[in-house]
């Protein structure tokens, strides 16, 4: 997969991500979609590295879909937790 299928499986990740994850967000959409697009390439790059399971197959692969929303998730919460209690 090229740089731009990963960015387009970022957003969408980023959005499933915010729907699995309900609530007010600190940094609103455009954090919440750049988190998508990075926790993509870290449930990618975790995926290949750390399981041992590279998904730079295709772009409807299911280990694909699943680590990009896995690293969505995994970075909206650590930005919840640092970034959530500072606007209050």
Same mark, same amino acid.
């Given at each position: 997969? $090229?740089?731009? &299928? !990963?960015?387009?499986?970022?957003? *969408? #990740?980023?959005?499933? #991500?915010?729907? *699995?994850?309900?609530?007010?967000?600190? $940094?609103g959409?455009? +954090? =919440? =979609?750049?988190? $998508?697009?990075?926790?993509?390439?870290?449930?990618? !790059?975790l995926?290949?590295t +750390? *399981?041992?399971?590279? +998904?730079?197959?295709?772009?409807?692969? *299911?280990?694909t !879909? +699943?680590?990009?929303?896995?690293? &969505?998730?995994v970075?909206?919460?650590?930005?919840?937790?640092?970034?959530?209690? &500072?606007?209050?």
């Amino acid at each position: 997969m $090229g740089f731009i &299928s !990963w960015i387009i499986l970022g957003l *969408l #990740a980023g959005a499933i #991500a915010k729907v *699995l994850l309900p609530g007010r967000d600190p $940094g609103g959409l455009i +954090v =919440t =979609t750049l988190i $998508g697009i990075a926790g993509a390439f870290l449930g990618g !790059w975790l995926s290949a590295t +750390v *399981l041992d399971r590279p +998904v730079d197959k295709q772009f409807f692969d *299911l280990a694909t !879909w +699943v680590a990009a929303i896995a690293g &969505s998730l995994v970075l909206l919460i650590g930005y919840r937790m640092i970034a959530g209690n &500072s606007r209050r």
